[in-house]
């Protein structure tokens, strides 16, 4: 993890060659991105992406006692405004009953200031945060504009950081150095892990005062797992691994997401990592691994019957704890298979589609196969080597489910709705708005009150499913009173015609 010697996380392509264009079959996409030859592939028509900004912010706006300065023109923070339901939820859930949302500001950069330089408004906006608000860290989010023209961000957090109580955070998150939004994990991590974590040693027990309380201590951190949830995971899917951890016998530090900057300092002292998406953690928890020797799990994410077996056994063989888990596993399995046996047999043949980020989209398609469903395409917003593992899963049962690797672009979308005609479309609002307006049956593949992990939450889709398909008239009759932007020719054309496939990187 020499990366950490550099301001700057590398970016996705860089590291880990990430593709985001690819249409075809599931069967076809292992062996070709082993060989390199999903890097630099373009599409000649690209319609919207999304900006790393975005699950930047989703991540960072929800900590505790953190304000997040956004340095940069004033329309980059715009996502926050519909980030801040969830934060206040967050909050509350955290145990403010009189949350206040986000903690957010921009430096509102002019064209003034594109010649000039943004640095003076950062300075102040940084003294006027840790004055006005006294958090524990003040995060410098970089977008385009001071990448651009050169503000040497960390130069100014370096020259303020004695002025100001609270720990300074720079974010490289210029939206303009790559076409990977889950970089901004890294970019995120990586700025923890630098000025947080990094030479931060608690190794002595100096807060105990007394023996007993350094004993009580050593034996909580040898049974305490960093658990790392995202920011598309709910209160109730939190609450729904953290009991499954806690069946095992262990405590959980939870983080990023609504964590005070105390759960990152904590983080070096516990006795595993525990991943719930593996290309969320994969550099954070790497980082831990290899310098505080904290080892790490999380190739499977617990959405799904078998992918949530599996990632308890994961966890248990790093902390013998193999015997109860089994026994665990095989009492919730069993009580799963009971809920959902009157379920199933309004599920089975039925058809669905997915999209959403790559690990998502694919464990909710294996559960959904579980379920006695048929899945006919997947298109999860990026594809890397984490991917690999529920690509092979779903290509077992039908090498040849669609798949399509794209962030947004709804013309290929619709293209491929229009083919497969899936009784189901399940991904984020924005994408289940073109399903719903093909006529197609939606449900929200995250929603902020609902379940989705472990065992009650492979229920709990079951019977959100098993509602939705029981009337399917709103989105039949939707689709016969809207109108598409598309040409009726492009519904002819191959839904991946744009995508230039074959070309070997260098
Ligand atoms: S692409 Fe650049 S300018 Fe646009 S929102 Fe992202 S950081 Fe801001």
Redesign the pocket.
Known sequence: MSYLEGKVAPIREDRLGTCIEFGGVIGDIVQPFCDGCLKNRIRGFSQGTI???LPSLAILTSLQETVVIVH??V??GGAVHSLGASVRLGQWRSGDKNPKGALWLSTNLNEQDVTQGGEEKLREAILESDKRYRPDAIVVLS???PGIIGDDVDGVANDLRDQISAALLPVH????KTKVMATAYDAIFHSFLRNVIDGHDDTEFSVYDNEAAVAAESIRRKRLVNLMNVSSMTGPDQNELTRLLNKLGLEVNMLPCDAHPDAFRMAPFAALSVGVCPTHDDYFMGYLEEKFGVPFVGSQMPIGIENTGIWLRHVAARLNLEETAERVITTETEELKRAIEPILPSLKGKTAMLSAGEIRTLATAVLLQELGMEILAVRPYHYDKFGAVDVEHLAKINPSIRLNVATAQPFEAVNIINRAKPDLYIGHNSDNVWAAKCGVSVLPIYGTNSIYSGYAGAYDIARRIHRHLANTSFNEKLSRHVRQPYRDSWYREDPFKYIKRGELSA
Do not use: N, S
């Open positions: 900006c790393q900004l940069g023109a329309g980059c977008t385009c504009v998150c210029e939206g303009f």
